[in-house]
């Protein structure tokens, strides 16, 4: 299985075990798991027609970000891998209590990737701005988490 075979399956048995991989490495493997599933249940979520779908795919990406902010937490420093939290005006979230959205950031060895958020979660505010990579996350948690996996005894 590749990282991206898996990251564009609906095969949730493909899925489950790539993720069981990720999480034997150790606090690098967790911190890949977490972001890959973040970004396939955020990429879903956008997909999805079905108003329960597109709920449950975004209730998975918050639940994987507070896993990652965790694991960041805890291991964060030690990997040399920043992250944190900043509010963006730009986007909002809800009907009649409509407020700003938080970004979550994190800076891989592969670049600068976030999620939008509607609540702040745990960690520190991000020091840094966003690079102006529209639509870059992707590309870049694909290319960390397959490097994770294929080099396993490196990391």
Same mark, same amino acid.
Request: with cysteine.
């Given at each position: ?12 048995? /493909? ?9 034997? +490495?150790?606090?690098?493997? /967790?911190? *890949? ?9 955020? =990429? ?7 108003? *329960?779908?597109?709920?449950? *795919? ?8 507070? =896993? ?18 900043? =509010? ?19 800076? /891989? ?29 992707? *590309? ?7 490097? +994770?996996?294929?080099?396993?005894? /490196?990391?």
């Amino acid at each position: 299985m590749t990282t991206i075979e898996v990251y564009h399956t609906s095969n949730g048995e /493909l899925t489950k075990a790539y993720y069981v991989e990720l999480s034997t +490495i150790g606090p690098i493997g /967790l911190v *890949a798991m977490n972001v890959f599933r973040a970004q396939k249940c955020s =990429q879903r979520a956008k997909n999805y027609r079905r108003r *329960a779908w597109k709920d449950d *795919a975004y209730g998975r990406k918050q639940w994987s970000i507070e =896993q990652l902010c965790n694991i960041l937490i805890m291991h964060g420093q030690a990997l040399n891998i920043s992250f944190g939290w900043k =509010q963006d005006p730009t986007v909002v979230f809800g009907g009649y209590d409509a407020r700003p959205s938080w970004v979550f950031y994190v800076d /891989l060895p592969t670049g600068q990737v976030s999620f939008h958020c509607p609540d702040r979660g745990k960690g520190p505010d991000y020091p840094g701005n966003w690079d102006g990579m529209k639509g870059a996350s992707e *590309a870049r948690v694909i290319e960390f988490c397959n490097y +994770i996996f294929n080099n396993k005894k /490196l990391v």
